[in-house]
């Protein structure tokens, strides 16, 4: 089944300790993604790759890191987690090299700091 | 200004009626545009996609692309239970990598 999956889908973790949220999909796209969803605000772009080893910087980077080493999977890392970063994330992957194309979405991780 | 604006909603229709969304974007020159809904805790999934001037259709759903005005809208024909949803509105920049969302409409279907 083509799908884009996330672990883990739930998350309570406390400021300043390290986290990864993975994902992986399996459909050989190019175009990986990662979305941060807030109430009022709607999707907002974290950080995107266009192929492996090329990334670049969303409208809200500030407080994330990403890697893309193989063209299946784009982890999303928050070194030193806060409060504010506590929202929904959601990755996405295309088969375009851009965001011009349709995106398939992931099922979520729900990330709650304290 | 925001680079993707939605009317704020919600928005309630009768069971049969007709859904109007709109979405306004601020870079011109974007080429690609699309509608996602989003059902409750559920992630987006892709509705209609426009790229050229004037009226896509696909089943009860029609797309209205309106490059000099900078709008783009949604209506959803003979409204169902089923499509109460948020409906998001994404932009593609010109001569960038990046989709910009608005904040989404939601809309309630009433039986």
């Known amino acids: 089944e083509a799908q884009v999956t996330q672990n883990p889908r739930y998350l309570i973790t406390v400021t300043g300790k390290k986290l990864t949220v993975t994902c992986s999909q399996n459909?050989?796209?190019?175009?990986m993604s990662w979305y941060r969803q807030d109430p009022g605000l709607g999707l907002r772009q974290i950080y995107y790759s266009m192929n492996v080893e090329v990334t670049d910087k969303g409208d809200v980077p500030e407080g994330y890191k990403v890697s893309r080493k193989e063209k299946r999977n784009f982890p999303l890392i928050l070194e030193s987690p806060s409060p504010n970063q506590t929202s929904l994330y959601f990755c996405?992957?295309?088969?375009?090299?851009?965001?011009?194309?349709?995106?398939?979405f992931g099922p979520g991780t729900r990330l709650t700091v304290t | 200004q925001k680079e993707v604006e939605q009317n704020s909603g919600p928005l309630s229709v009768p069971e049969g009626a007709i859904a109007s969304l709109n979405c306004t974007y601020s870079?011109?020159?974007?080429?690609?545009f699309f509608w996602y809904r989003q059902y409750s805790g559920k992630s987006p999934e892709l509705i209609m996609f426009?790229?050229?001037?004037g009226d896509k259709e696909d089943g009860r759903f029609t797309a209205q692309l309106n490059k000099a005005s900078q709008y783009v809208s949604l209506l959803i024909r003979d409204s169902q239970p089923s499509d109460s949803a948020t409906y998001l509105c994404a932009v593609n920049p010109p001569n960038d990598y990046k989709l910009s969302f608005g904040a989404g409409t939601t809309v309630t279907v009433r039986a």
């Open positions: 870079d011109r020159g974007s080429q690609s």
């Open positions: 426009i790229y050229s001037n």
């Open positions: 996405a992957s295309s088969y375009g090299s851009s965001g011009g194309y349709e995106q398939y």
């Open positions: 459909m050989n796209h190019e175009y």
